[in-house]
């Protein structure tokens, strides 16, 4: 069974920082690029980062680059974000994914998901 497992969120002031974690069992995890995706009601699910299983190589959104990181621990079988500096719009589920290829941005290049962590930011 695969399973990817999120936690870490939570309700958080503006300005505030966060990092969720992805617990990933059931595949080869050091084979699969892990990202990380965002949705609010209504709206498209959001591309936020990814980690190339391949060579470490990680890809941003623009509307989080310089405050989210993306990190591996391929022996704990788990991926990170860390996000720093949060606004209410970051307010969202946010949710990992992996993806047999070595680049993927697109959702449908993900083969797995988890069902996500609410983060609200509110004052």
């Known amino acids: 069974q695969v399973q990817l497992v999120e936690s870490g969120g939570g309700l958080v002031q503006p300005g505030d920082s966060l990092r969720l974690s992805c617990a990933v069992s059931?595949?080869?995890?050091?084979?699969?690029?892990m990202g990380w995706y965002r949705q609010v009601p209504g709206k498209e699910r959001e591309f936020l980062a990814a980690?190339?299983?391949?060579?470490?190589?990680?890809n941003y959104a623009n509307s989080v680059r310089g405050r989210f990181t993306i990190s591996r621990d391929n022996d704990k079988n788990t991926v990170y974000l860390q996000m720093n500096n949060l606004k209410p719009e970051d307010t969202a589920v946010y949710s990992c994914?992996?993806?047999?290829?070595?680049?993927?941005?697109?959702?449908?290049?993900?083969?797995?998901w988890g069902q996500g962590t609410q983060v609200t930011v509110s004052s």
């Open positions: 980690h190339s299983y391949r060579d470490g190589h990680a």
């Open positions: 059931g595949l080869r995890f050091r084979l699969y690029t």
């Open positions: 994914a992996a993806s047999g290829q070595s680049r993927a941005t697109t959702s449908y290049e993900y083969d797995y």
